[in-house]
Nanobody, 124 residues
Framework: QVQLVESGGGLVQPGGSLRLSCAAS????????VAWFRQVPGKKRDGIAA????????YYADFVKGRFTISRDNAKNTVYLQMNSLKVEDTAMYYC?????????????????WGQGTQVIVSA
């Protein structure tokens, strides 16, 4: 099992920045990809960014390219999502997820382990 705990969400003004953290514990060998997703009530969960540990490849949804950056601190078993130039439409619950045999990195069905989420609100 892999346990994931997100943190770093909060209220920020449009144009501001936040950094989300996803700390992993447990049998982390069960995963080699970690991704961030977000969901607004009543809508489907969207993949935002993912990192593949074996070669460091990163993947981004078009709507966050140039604004969000995913990174990993191996020593801390933590994956970060740096979010800049935030927009009102970025308001959502943000989740991190981990998986081992991931082929489509921004699709939620590829991931076995999920955190509880952290809320991001972008509002003036």
């Amino acid at each position: 099992q892999v346990q994931l705990v997100e943190s770093g969400g909060g209220l920020v003004q449009p144009g501001g920045s936040l950094r989300l953290s996803c700390a992993a514990s447990g049998y982390t060998d069960n995963s080699n990809s970690v991704a961030w997703f977000r969901q607004v009530p009543g809508k489907k969960r969207d993949g935002i960014a993912a990192v593949y540990f074996r070669d460091g490849s990163t993947y981004y949804a078009d709507f966050v390219k140039g604004r969000f950056t995913i990174s990993r601190d191996n020593a801390k078993n933590t994956v970060y999502l740096q979010m800049n130039s935030l927009k009102v439409e970025d308001t959502a619950m943000y989740y991190c997820a981990a998986g081992k045999w991931v082929a489509s990195h921004l699709d939620d069905y590829e991931y076995n382990y999920w955190g509880q989420g952290t809320q991001v609100i972008v509002s003036a």
